[in-house]
């Protein structure tokens, strides 16, 4: 029983195998047009007798009836319908389909050159408006976060600068100040912590930026004055900044530091009274 079974699934498994083959599928279709009056001969009305006879006489017995109908032409039909059909086809429809495009540029061309009508023509101004205000609000919104930004890093700068200030005023732990050493030596010193009228204050980092100042005989650079003094930079311009408030040194336009009238008054005050740190 079981090789009953093993035998007819190979009879379905080879019978599923040629008619899934296209060559295979159009040979049976194309045998089926060629001999569709033995078909409905087969399947019609009379004795087997009957039909029998109708056979032999709708199909000699000749090699040219047998060869033609039984497998000639079905399968030059089947050869055309799997070869030549496909690139007959493709070419078919690649001319279709070229012709779709020309027809649909065609109407576009039409479309494009006709007037608008007044519907169209305020729906197209509309959606320009909602574009334009879409973008206006994205801009404002960007400036707004630049502006902020900004601020933050001016807060962000100040703070540093103020920080690096105060690190650099603040005397070491241990240490004495020049004016303790001169009061235990008995010594008489000038006020180095304010000039003659007394409006403006001078620590010693800005009395050694000064006198390094006062050394060159024209401006110098920012760079040059905190890499001889070993200064951060961002700490020398603080320093500068608050000597040009007091009048003590100017900022030409190329950005070069010197020495104002008063500024040199001062130096050379400091450099008599010998008052003059290192720098």
């Not at 090789?3 to 049976?28: C, H, M, Y």
């Not at 003659?196 to 040059?224: E, M, P």
Request: with cysteine; hydrophobic share 40%; net charge negative.
């Amino acid at each position: 029983m079981d090789t009953l079974k093993d035998i007819w699934a190979s009879l379905v498994a080879g019978v599923q195998e040629r008619t899934t083959n296209p060559l295979s599928f159009a040979f049976i279709v194309s045998w089926c047009l060629w001999n569709f009056k033995l078909i409905f001969i087969l399947a019609g009305d009379g004795t087997t007798a009957e039909r029998l006879h109708a056979v032999d006489m709708l199909y000699p017995c000749t090699l040219a009836t047998y060869v033609g109908h039984a497998f000639g032409a079905p399968l030059a039909t089947a050869l055309l319908y799997v070869f030549v059909y496909p690139n007959i086809s493709a070419k078919v429809i690649d001319q279709y389909r070229r012709k779709q495009v020309a027809i649909a540029n065609s109407v576009r061309q039409i479309e494009g050159a006709r007037l608008l009508t007044a519907e169209e023509s305020r729906r197209q101004i509309r959606d320009h408006e909602l574009e334009r205000t879409t973008w206006q609000d994205t801009e404002t919104k960007l400036r707004s976060q630049l502006r902020e930004a900004r601020e933050a890093l001016q807060a962000a700068e100040s703070e540093v600068t103020a920080a690096g200030t105060r690190a650099f005023n603040r005397p070491k732990v241990g240490t004495k100040q020049p004016s303790d050493l001169h009061a235990q030596s008995g010594e008489v010193v000038p006020e180095l912590n304010s000039h003659s009228d007394g409006s403006y204050s001078l620590d010693d980092n800005k009395i050694r930026i000064l006198l390094h100042i006062s050394k060159y005989s024209s401006t110098i650079s920012l760079d040059v004055i905190a890499s001889n003094m070993k200064l951060n930079p961002t700490f020398a311009k603080a320093e500068l900044q608050e000597l040009d408030g007091g009048d003590y040194v100017y900022q030409d336009r190329s950005e070069y530091w010197g020495l104002t009238e008063k500024g040199a008054k001062l130096a050379v005050k400091l450099l008599r009274d010998g008052e003059h740190p290192e720098g």
